[in-house]
């Protein structure tokens, strides 16, 4: 079995790393595993318990669709979609989820979604990840120009990757290394692809999302990217709270001027709950990172995200605590935007362009905080990078769809 095991493996020297093996799930040359695992008894390895497990979806329209899941015995279960451009679809630990429940409850294989139906938010149809990136050829809400229409939150999210490998390296702690290829390339339009990648030290309660985008074409081109993260029960309830070190907060419309007054707060399902959501400036400390948290009304669970804004510089809060069935639901949202359409937010100057073969990274830590003592350090991380600075509560938003 464990001859078996390896004999699709490749040992590998990375730069400044330890052997490592890996496995080629999917490419574009033949390659197709479908069905597959592996965990550490197998490998030898010693130390966390981990299992790696891909299956293949049928019924429906998750028909084709893939899910890999990562299981460490005493830490985190990551489960991504190699179908759905390499994103979350939930994590699970001490008893804490980070995920929701969404109305959509099948991994939609992208063949049945038409991202241009109801008027540019077919995106909608297949929305039920813990973290799915916007982007990367635009992002934000949809909008029609020069007979172009620009959909929700862009196309890498039902992407399928063109190519997936892992990665687990030989020497203690065995971290291992998710990756894959998305292409979004169109004749005459982008050539933007991104390596993306997620790092996970098999019985922490902490990962890591580390993506390269480039710019393969011969001229520039503008990206956006926002990372969609996404939380639910057990950590939002009502009186759970959104923390985050921030120089502003601006209602991203005028319905979401009336949710200022308690904008860091949130309530129980509420029927006909419209989404709430704002435009937040964070402060980082002098290397640029930056977290930001939400947590249940006990402060015993939470999740937590660091970012560096010097690669995402804005923060989006979305608030859609409707009822349970209808999506109960809170966002947090780094990224290099706001969530208003492409043409608002290059007019306002927050579009990044890469130019011929140039490369942009953005790396996020996602952490699972499973007691009183996880919050009570992310709080205070918090309350240090916030220091004297008052929060600057603007009444108006910047900018009108």
Request: glycine residues 8%.
């Amino acid at each position: 079995m464990y001859k078996t095991l390896l004999a699709g493996a490749v040992i590998a020297m990375f730069s400044g790393q330890a052997a490592a093996q890996s496995w080629v799930l999917t490419d574009t040359q033949g390659t197709e595993k479908g069905d597959w695992r592996i965990d550490s008894r197998q490998l030898k390895l010693s130390g966390e318990p981990f299992t790696l497990e891909q299956q293949v979806l049928h019924g429906g329209k998750q028909e084709g669709s893939k899910v890999l899941t990562l299981t460490s015995k005493n830490g985190l279960t990551i489960a991504l979609s190699p179908t759905r451009g390499m994103d979350l679809l939930h994590v699970n630990g001490h008893d804490v989820r980070l995920g929701w429940d969404s109305p959509v409850d099948e991994v939609v294989n992208p063949a049945y979604i038409n991202l241009e139906s109801r008027n540019g938010l077919g995106w909608l149809e297949g929305f039920n990840e813990m973290m799915v990136r916007c982007g990367f050829e635009w992002t934000g809400h949809p909008v029609t120009k020069d007979g172009r229409i620009y959909t929700l939150h862009g196309k890498a999210g039902n992407t399928p990757a063109s190519k997936v490998e892992v990665i687990v390296d030989d020497q203690a702690p065995h971290e291992i290394r998710i990756r894959g290829l998305l292409k979004e390339n169109t004749f005459k339009k982008a050539r933007l692809e991104t390596w993306t990648e997620l790092r996970y030290v098999p019985g922490a309660d902490s990962f890591t999302i580390h993506d390269v985008l480039t710019n393969q074409a011969d001229y520039p081109h503008d990206y956006e990217i926002i990372y969609h993260s996404n939380f639910s029960t057990p950590i939002l309830e009502e009186n759970a709270r959104f923390l985050a070190p921030v120089k502003s907060v601006s209602p991203f419309n005028d319905y979401a001027k009336k949710g200022l007054e308690n904008w860091q707060t949130y309530g129980a399902p509420t029927k006909d709950f419209d989404e709430m959501v704002f435009n937040l400036q964070p402060i980082a400390d002098s290397n640029g990172k930056t977290v930001a948290a939400v947590i249940n009304s006990k402060g015993d669970k939470g999740a937590a995200i660091e970012f560096d804004t010097r690669q995402l510089p804005v923060l989006t809060m979305w608030k859609n605590t409707d009822t349970l069935k209808q999506g109960y639901v809170t966002g947090i949202e780094p990224g290099t935007n706001y969530a208003y359409p492409v043409t608002i937010e290059k007019e306002q100057g927050r579009v990044k362009q890469l130019q011929p073969g140039q490369s942009a990274e953005f790396t996020l830590t996602y952490s699972l905080l499973k007691d009183a003592s996880a919050v009570q350090k992310v709080e205070e991380r918090i309350k240090t990078l916030q220091g004297d600075t008052k929060i600057n509560v603007e009444q108006t938003p910047i900018a009108v769809e």
